[in-house]
């Protein structure tokens, strides 16, 4: 059982690239997440998907598209990726509660640094 | 809106002394979770605990303990006697149903703790 697992762990990008980052989860979770970490600011919270084929915007959604074509698997696009976007990229995912979210159990993260 | 503040940036012990994080939140919801996740030097996230709204008891876990309070809207956690291995960063966390259940972090408080 691998739990929650992210790809690439690191990745360097200039100005205007473009990359994908892939998470992917074991546990059957229906719900899964896409959060950015900065210095002295928490994790917020990108887009995120309550089962597959849907997607949602979270609190920090402009400059990135996801996908959830599989249940297991939830993509992250930079479409042309901007300095600002220098950060570390957390996946996470949770199972379906009856009263709302549940624990979420996170990815090693994605260190990316666009120069 | 739903909001997390965790005051204390940055806090530094030496061992074996107690410390306690604080976290103080905002949300209209009557039903809410709290959460709080450790994330240690080598950057995963792990969950610590999840407690509900409607469940006020203290909780205790070895060294570790946790005070909710709806009245002043906090749950504070402690670690008693702490040991070198518990210096990470430490998260608070809402989800409440005005959100959609999605989950907001506290800044997170650093801990230090110096043998």
């Known amino acids: 059982n691998a739990g929650v697992t992210q790809t690439p762990k690191f990745r360097v990008l200039k100005t205007g690239q473009s990359m994908t980052l892939l998470c992917a989860q074991d546990m059957n979770h229906e719900y899964m997440y896409w959060y950015r970490q900065d210095p002295g600011m928490g994790l917020r919270l990108i887009h995120y998907?309550?089962?597959?084929?849907?997607?949602a915007k979270g609190e920090v959604p402009d400059g990135y598209n996801v996908s959830r074509l599989k249940k297991q698997n939830f993509l992250l696009g930079l479409e042309s990726a901007a300095p600002s976007q220098t950060s570390v990229y957390f996946c996470a995912s949770s199972p379906v509660s009856g009263r709302g979210t549940d624990t979420q159990y996170f990815g090693p993260g994605t260190r990316l640094t666009v120069l | 809106a739903q909001k997390v503040t965790q005051a204390q940036t940055e806090i530094s012990v030496v061992e074996k002394e107690d410390v306690t994080l604080d976290c103080v939140y905002e949300?209209?919801?009557?039903?809410?979770?709290l959460f709080w996740y450790k994330q240690p030097p080598s950057g995963e996230l792990v969950f610590l605990i999840r407690r509900n709204s409607f469940d006020e008891q203290n909780e205790i876990s070895g060294r570790y303990s946790w005070n909710f309070q709806k009245s002043t809207s906090s749950f504070n956690f402690t670690i008693t006697a702490s040991q070198v291995v518990d210096s990470a960063v430490y998260f608070c966390a809402l989800s409440g149903y005005t959100g959609g259940f999605k989950t907001i972090f506290g800044a997170g408080t650093r801990l230090f703790v110096k043998a």
């Open positions: 998907s309550v089962g597959e084929g849907t997607t």
């Open positions: 949300t209209r919801d009557t039903t809410y979770y």
